[in-house]
């Protein structure tokens, strides 16, 4: 197996986000990521699988890739709920003072901030959601 | 997510320790509110390694209690790369954070 590739199928639930979390620490030491990139990559993905076990009603799979290539990881979620596209969802208000603060949208904030790119597609009855991220 | 008190004069110091997600959230929201009970807290994140958006939820609603409450709420010690996650959001310009625990407690 390929040390610098991750695949990692897992239940579309709360419960199964800290072994996913657990998976992908390991890859990013096997794949040689910084810190950062470490860190953004678990956020992404969490991100991600987070919206999907919270949200995605009837998926029943939730399937998370990694892999590196260069200076690049290409990560893809996958699950075969209802069709949904995460990137659709409003941007914070980041200039709004603590009283005034909502947490809402700040994971798919994380997610165009700290991806080079990012798409979402329908392919069939699964939802897919690809994006790259900087390995340094 | 471990969580150890400390007290310093009328400040409590809550040390997290482990990953401050989607998982450990609740947990650790339950705590922070709780200690806010006592009076002013610090959040000393030097060994927390990882905060997601449910994280910063957390620390969120805890600035909002610490407001209500009319005490004093700020995390100290964070990693780089919890900090990104802190600018990124703008985190950074609505929760005060202090370099050490020291600083924390002598700001607040």
């Given at each position: 197996?390929?040390?610098?590739?991750?695949?990692?199928?897992?239940?579309?639930?709360?419960?199964?986000?800290?072994?996913?979390?657990?998976?992908?620490?390991?890859?990013?030491?096997?794949?040689?990521?910084?810190?950062?990139?470490?860190?953004?990559?678990?956020?992404?993905?969490?991100?991600?699988?987070?919206?999907?076990?919270?949200?995605?009603?009837?998926?029943?799979?939730?399937?998370?890739?990694?892999?590196?290539?260069?200076?690049?990881?290409?990560?893809?979620?996958?699950?075969?709920?209802?069709?949904?596209?995460?990137?659709?969802?409003?941007?914070?208000?980041?200039?709004?003072?603590?009283?005034?603060?909502?947490?809402?949208?700040?994971?798919?904030?994380?997610?165009?901030?700290?991806?080079?790119?990012?798409?979402?597609?329908?392919?069939?009855?699964?939802?897919?959601?690809?994006?790259?991220?900087?390995?340094? | 997510?471990?969580?150890?008190?400390?007290?310093?004069?009328?400040?409590?110091?809550?040390?997290?320790?482990?990953?401050l997600d989607?998982?450990?959230?609740p947990a650790?929201?339950?705590?922070?509110?709780?200690?806010?009970?006592?009076?002013?807290?610090?959040?000393?994140?030097?060994?927390?390694?990882?905060?997601?958006?449910?994280?910063?939820?957390?620390?969120?609603?805890?600035?909002?209690?610490?407001?209500?409450?009319?005490?004093?709420?700020?995390?100290?010690?964070?990693?780089?790369?919890?900090?990104?996650?802190?600018?990124?959001?703008?985190?950074?310009?609505?929760?005060?954070?202090?370099?050490?625990?020291?600083?924390?407690?002598?700001?607040?």
């Open positions: 197996m390929d040390a610098a590739a991750l695949r990692h199928e897992m239940p579309p639930d709360v419960e199964g986000l800290p072994g996913l979390l657990d998976q992908l620490e390991a890859f990013s030491e096997a794949a040689g990521l910084s810190p950062g990139a470490a860190q953004r990559l678990s956020i992404v993905a969490e991100e991600l699988a987070a919206n999907v076990a919270m949200h995605g009603t009837g998926a029943s799979r939730l399937l998370v890739e990694a892999r590196r290539e260069g200076d690049s990881v290409h990560l893809l979620i996958e699950d075969d709920g209802p069709a949904f596209d995460p990137l659709s969802a409003a941007a914070p208000d980041l200039d709004a003072g603590v009283e005034d603060r909502e947490v809402g949208g700040l994971g798919v904030h994380f997610v165009r901030r700290m991806t080079r790119e990012a798409a979402y597609e329908r392919r069939g009855k699964v939802n897919r959601l690809t994006a790259l991220l900087d390995a340094g | 997510m471990q969580i150890a008190e400390h007290r310093e004069g009328a400040t409590t110091i809550a040390a997290l320790e482990g990953r989607t998982a450990t959230a650790t929201e339950e705590k922070l509110l709780s200690l806010l009970d006592g009076g002013g807290l610090v959040a000393d994140m030097s060994e927390v390694r990882y905060v997601s958006s449910a994280g910063l939820r957390v620390l969120l609603k805890a600035a909002k209690q610490a407001r209500v409450k009319g005490v004093s709420f700020s995390v100290c010690g964070l990693q780089p790369a919890v900090r990104e996650v802190f600018e990124i959001s703008g985190f950074d310009k609505i929760i005060p954070m202090h370099a050490t625990r020291a600083e924390a407690v002598a700001g607040t």
